[in-house]
């Protein structure tokens, strides 16, 4: 029996990455998924990963979709809902960067990332909420950022998205608590992923100069963690964001 037998975990974002992380790690503690991304096929993924999932012995289904559309948002839950039976597990993983000076940013950028990032994790609270009501209470796990606690110049964009994931998961803690659900947040720090390998050598040596544990996180440092907000263990734990960044903001 593993921390998650008996459950169905839902996660935006993950084709892969950290979110495809947290999915492999789910299946792991027994978790059924079904997880997003905005298109599931071969060439970005999405389906090796389902075949990854699948391949722990657990149900996997991954599903295209525009996390930004409220109504689509609406229509996908209520269909995966039907496919699994029941939803006890949300991570808002669904994320973009399009990073630039505020001077110099653009409304559109400013648009996508707010859209992308933070009205995809209200769609599908929004959605799932009833449902989580319905069953047996359940986890929102929201994907935050170091950035999203502490800011980060050229980033307002994606650190205000992630601020506002802190905020969201606060507040629906407060408003659905008495039902049984929890949110809570995690924020990461230097996370070595796709996006980070991509940058020079000298910015990726000065960041974890920085990091007391002199190392880059794991997508798996990550995952361990929402494995921990996902499961019983954490039955007392909401409104709560833990940083994962080596210590790097303490």
Same mark, same amino acid.
């Given at each position: 029996?593993?921390?998650?037998?008996?459950?169905?975990?839902? !996660?935006?974002?993950? *084709? #892969?990455?950290? =979110? %495809?992380? /947290?999915?492999? @790690?789910?299946?792991?503690? =027994?978790?059924?998924?079904?997880?997003?991304?905005?298109?599931?096929?071969?060439?970005?993924?999405?389906?090796?990963?389902?075949?990854? /999932?699948?391949?722990?012995?657990?149900?996997?289904?991954? +599903?295209?979709?525009? *996390?930004?559309?409220?109504?689509?948002?609406?229509?996908?839950?209520?269909?995966?809902? %039907?496919?699994?039976?029941? !939803?006890? /597990?949300?991570?808002?993983?669904?994320?973009?960067? @399009?990073?630039?000076?505020?001077?110099?940013?653009?409304? &559109?950028?400013?648009?996508?990332?707010?859209?992308?990032?933070?009205? $995809? *994790?209200?769609?599908?609270?929004?959605?799932?909420?009833?449902?989580?009501?319905?069953? #047996?209470? =359940?986890?929102?796990?929201?994907? $935050?950022?170091?950035?999203?606690?502490?800011?980060?110049?050229?980033?307002?964009? +994606?650190?205000?998205?992630?601020?506002?994931?802190?905020?969201?998961? @606060?507040s629906i803690g407060q408003e659905i608590g008495r039902r049984g659900i929890r949110a809570n947040a995690i924020a990461p720090g230097f996370i070595d992923t796709a996006m980070t390998?991509?940058?020079?050598?000298?910015?990726? %040596?000065?960041?974890? &100069?920085?990091?007391?544990?002199?190392?880059?996180?794991?997508?798996?440092?990550?995952?361990?963690?929402?494995?921990?907000?996902?499961?019983?263990?954490?039955? +007392?734990?909401?409104? &709560?964001? !833990?940083?994962?960044?080596?210590?790097?903001?303490?």
């Amino acid at each position: 029996m593993g921390l998650l037998t008996g459950k169905v975990a839902l !996660i935006t974002g993950a *084709a #892969r990455g950290i =979110g %495809k992380a /947290i999915a492999l @790690k789910f299946a792991d503690e =027994g978790a059924d998924i079904a997880f997003t991304d905005l298109v599931i096929d071969e060439e970005h993924g999405g389906l090796e990963t389902e075949r990854e /999932i699948a391949a722990k012995g657990v149900k996997a289904k991954g +599903y295209s979709g525009n *996390a930004a559309d409220f109504a689509e948002t609406e229509a996908l839950v209520n269909q995966i809902n %039907k496919d699994f039976g029941h !939803i006890d /597990i949300l991570v808002n993983n669904a994320g973009i960067t @399009k990073d630039g000076l505020m001077l110099k940013m653009t409304e &559109q950028q400013w648009d996508a990332v707010i859209n992308v990032n933070l009205k $995809s *994790a209200f769609n599908f609270i929004h959605a799932i909420t009833p449902i989580m009501m319905h069953e #047996r209470g =359940g986890s929102i796990i929201n994907m $935050s950022s170091v950035v999203g606690v502490h800011g980060n110049a050229g980033q307002c964009n +994606y650190a205000a998205s992630k601020a506002g994931l802190i905020a969201l998961a @606060k507040s629906i803690g407060q408003e659905i608590g008495r039902r049984g659900i929890r949110a809570n947040a995690i924020a990461p720090g230097f996370i070595d992923t796709a996006m980070t390998q991509a940058l020079p050598e000298d910015i990726r %040596k000065a960041w974890i &100069q920085n990091i007391p544990l002199r190392r880059a996180g794991t997508v798996d440092d990550i995952a361990n963690v929402a494995t921990f907000l996902a499961s019983d263990m954490s039955s +007392y734990v909401s409104g &709560q964001v !833990i940083q994962v960044d080596g210590g790097m903001n303490m």
